[in-house]
């Protein structure tokens, strides 16, 4: 059945809202100083829209429409006082004072700036919803939530839970950021550094989800991959000034061009050193490389993100895996080390340092590591030790390891490939 008219209104009313919902409820946000009251107000305004834009037609510019209409739920919101009794300090005494003689007069002169400042109201939105006092899975839902337009069922797909599970996640974090009274603003001083960080650790989570999925049967989620990208370069927008956010934007671009490589005809998982190279996205590869540049242009010390992504920049400008510069990826991974001393960056220094200086060097680093509790279930040490020990000829060994890391981990496409190796050692 061909697709009707409502239909088609029904789509756009969605394209519009994934676009536009988290201006309208950063805009809101600032107003209310309440991110859960602002996502009721901007639904509200969806509401309308699902309601009106059927019969009337899509407005010719859907977004002014949908702020409009959020102003107009903003007013109502005003007026009945509900916000006066939990917010007077913020609005100050005169709306206190006048509220009963000028009513509308003095509501729409303090909603008047809600479009105002854009840039500054996502900005406040990001760091709000990656607010440390939130736990870290609390920050991606409702990151993607308020900042990706995505709805629960979406998001519950997206990770492989329940939407219950995400639902009472979000109920959870809204209401721990207002008893915190958090406030809606972009941190300054000191207390800037650690939200900052709080915040790429989110993007950079939705990114690492899509681009290696930890459970399901997709190697990849390239819709994650997509959308922490666009929060990234969102947030460089809004803070040109802070390399480590183009630092994660250039590793997320370097490592997303690869992304039309990494998996096979049928989803099987392709390892770096058998990609096929001219299947990585230029464009990306080129984006990547810019932002590092843009990294580096701070004359600041490289930080994490920064140096991550100049490891992937050295992958990028190899035409092929054994032209790769390992020796400087090694000591990149050593300056990553001394920045961030933790096991999975020393178990990446070792794979780097086995394909410099043999699989026996890196060989030692990995067994060095085996009794680091944070690595005891971490599937990809068994697998890295296993690819070494085959590479030494001790197959025996190396098909032990690959049968306990299919057994760690939780994604049907890395299991089947962990299996696979295991009995090609057997052959």
């Known amino acids: 059945m061909p697709p009707t008219a409502d239909d088609e209104t029904r789509r756009a009313i969605h394209a519009v809202w994934s676009i536009e919902s988290a201006r309208l409820i950063a805009g809101l ?16 305004a969806l509401v309308a829209a699902l309601e009106q834009w059927p019969a009337g037609g899509v407005p010719d510019n859907p977004g002014a429409w949908l702020m409009a209409t959020a102003k107009h739920h903003a007013v109502n919101y005003l007026r009945r006082g509900t916000l ?82 995400i639902a009472q996640r979000m109920v959870r974090a809204k209401r721990t950021l ?22 790429l650790e989110v993007i950079y989570l939705i990114f690492n989800e899509g681009y290696a999925a930890s459970a399901g049967d997709d190697h990849m989620r390239p819709a994650l991959c997509e959308e922490a990208l666009r929060l990234g370069r969102i947030l460089a927008g809004l803070a040109p000034d802070e ?31 058998d990609q096929d190279r001219s299947r990585w996205d230029q464009i990306l590869l080129r984006r990547g490389l810019a932002a590092l540049e843009a990294a580096r242009a701070s004359g600041a010390g490289p930080g994490p993100y920064q140096l991550q992504a100049e490891i992937s920049a050295c992958h990028a400008r190899a035409l092929s895996a054994g032209e790769t510069d390992w020796a400087h990826i090694v000591a990149l991974y050593e300056e990553l080390a001394r920045l961030i ?6 178990l990446n220094r070792a794979v780097a340092t086995a394909m410099a200086d043999g699989p026996a060097a890196g060989l030692a680093i990995i067994d060095s590591l085996r009794a680091e509790p944070a690595l005891r279930d971490y ?44 009995s090609a050692c057997a052959g």
Do not use: W, Y
Request: aromatic share 2%.
């Open 29 to 44: 946000a600032r107003l209310v100083r309440d991110v859960g009251i602002a996502e009721e107000l901007a639904q509200d």
């Open 84 to 165: 006066l009794a939990r917010k007077h300090q913020e609005l100050g005494r005169a709306l206190e004072a006048d509220h009963e003689s000028e009513g509308s007069e003095t509501v729409e002169r303090i909603i008047d700036g809600l479009e105002d400042d854009v840039g500054d109201d996502l900005l406040s939105l990001i760091f709000v919803a990656c607010h440390p006092v939130l736990s870290r899975e609390a920050r991606v839902a409702l990151t993607l939530r308020l900042l990706g337009g995505l709805g629960t069922d979406e998001i519950a797909r997206a990770f492989l839970v329940g939407e219950p599970t």
């Open 178 to 199: 207002s008893e915190a009274r958090v406030p809606f603003q972009v941190p300054r001083g000191a207390d800037r550094v650690p939200r900052l960080s709080s915040v």
């Open 243 to 273: 390399p480590e956010v183009h630092g994660l934007v250039a590793l997320m671009e370097l490592h997303a061009s690869r992304a039309g490589a990494r998996t096979g005809r049928s989803g099987e998982p392709v390892l770096l050193p």
């Open 341 to 346: 001393p933790s096991p999975i960056v020393h």
């Open 379 to 422: 599937h990809l040490l068994p697998a890295a030790r296993a690819d070494l020990l085959a590479k030494l000829g001790r197959l025996d060994e190396a098909r032990a390891e690959f049968q306990r890391a299919a057994a760690l981990t939780q994604n049907a496409r890395q299991r089947e490939q962990l299996l696979a190796r295991a």
